[in-house]
């Protein structure tokens, strides 16, 4: 009865291995395809900015760009403290 015993033990451990392997080997489903994304169309006429007028030089828009990135890199500048509720409530 023990030999028995130890020649089903092997094959009840071969039995989850051979599952596995057996699983392993199917080919798996294809996933579906992404549409593809929307074609952004081009603005019409009347929605596209202007063309830069004659007298407008390229030195004024570039000192416009300089001057307005200077603007966007300094710091807000503190105002006066907030008065505490009680005080705002009290005047």
Do not use: D, F, H, Y
């Not at 094959?11 to 294809?30: T, V």
């Not at 900015?49 to 807000?76: D, F």
């Amino acid at each position: 009865m023990l030999q028995r015993k130890n020649v089903t033990m092997p094959r009840l451990m071969l039995a989850p291995l051979a599952l596995l392997l057996s699983s392993c080997a199917c080919e798996l489903p294809s996933l579906p395809q992404l549409p593809a994304p929307p074609a952004i169309p081009a603005l019409p006429a009347e929605a596209r900015q202007p063309e830069t007028p004659s007298m407008c030089l390229p030195t004024c828009s570039a000192g416009l760009t300089r001057e307005r990135g200077i603007w966007l890199s300094m710091p807000i500048a503190p105002g006066s403290p907030a008065l505490p509720v009680s005080e705002a409530t009290m005047r």
